[in-house]
T-cell receptor, first 112, second 112 residues
Framework: DQQVKQNSPSLSVQEGRISILNCDYT??????FLWYKKYPAEGPTFLIS?????DKNEDGRFTVFLNKSAKHLSLHIVPSQPGDSAVYFC???????????FGTGTRLQVFP | DAMVIQNPRYQVTQFGKPVTLSCSQT?????MYWYQQKSSQAPKLLFH???????NEADTPDNFQSRRPNTSFCFLDIRSPGLGDAAMYLC???????????FGPGTRLTVL
């Protein structure tokens, strides 16, 4: 039973355009959400997070949107750059624990 | 630079031959985690330590053990590796839920 789902295994976007990566969750106890980026042969790197008291958090080219009623979050990257090509993992936790539940990842490819 | 280090990066072992993976951190974080990640799957939490308090996930096989002799080091012992244990093993640290988790580069385990 997967509590965090990333239904698109891959996404291909042209450089300069917007990349939108989606994530759905089922556990209504989740109140903190994170996005991680992973290059080959490296560990995941923290990218951006959002608390459930917010619906948007922005950091430079990266914005995360949270729709609690739909149990959905998305990561927007604009403008996309070739260096953004990586696997992006969505993760969630509830207030009881430091543990993260990860999605299966979306492989983003940004082409020139 | 403060970081999470995993050794070795690649480990080959034989079926049934015990193996130990190591993780060290210079971040002085009190929480350490071990994840198993198989190809195209989400990282799966095996254990975590909150200081010296050990927390085992319910579905972590008995074949997997862990030790944390001090704040900086954490070990993952696989007593009798099977072919199904071939995976990437990720170590992560944290100083609290909203600081996120910091990952090492991982150790890729191959079981022959």
């Amino acid at each position: 039973d997967q509590q965090v789902k990333q239904n698109s295994p891959s996404l291909s976007v042209q450089e300069g355009r917007i990349s939108i990566l989606n994530c759905d969750y089922t556990n209504s106890m989740f109140d903190y959400f994170l996005w991680y980026k992973k290059y080959p042969a490296e560990g995941p790197t923290f990218l951006i997070s959002i608390s459930s008291i917010k619906d948007k958090n922005e950091d430079g080219r990266f914005t995360v949107f949270l729709n609690k009623s739909a149990k959905h979050l998305s990561l927007h990257i604009v403008p996309s750059q070739p260096g953004d090509s990586a696997v992006y993992f969505c993760a969630a936790s509830d207030y009881n624990t430091d543990k993260l539940i990860f999605g299966t990842g979306t492989r983003l490819q940004v082409f020139p | 630079d403060a970081m999470v280090i995993q050794n070795p990066r690649y480990q080959v072992t034989q079926f049934g031959k015990p193996v130990t993976l190591s993780c060290s951190q210079t971040l002085n974080h009190n929480v350490m985690y071990w994840y198993q990640q198989k190809s195209s799957q989400a990282p799966k939490l095996l254990f975590h330590y909150y200081d010296k308090d050990f927390n085992n996930e319910a579905d972590t096989p008995d074949n997997f053990q862990s030790r944390r002799p001090n704040t900086s080091f954490c070990f993952l012992d696989i007593r009798s590796p099977g072919l199904g244990d071939a995976a990437m093993y990720l170590c992560a640290t944290s100083r609290g839920r909203e600081s996120g988790q910091f990952f090492g580069p991982g150790t890729r385990l191959t079981v022959l």
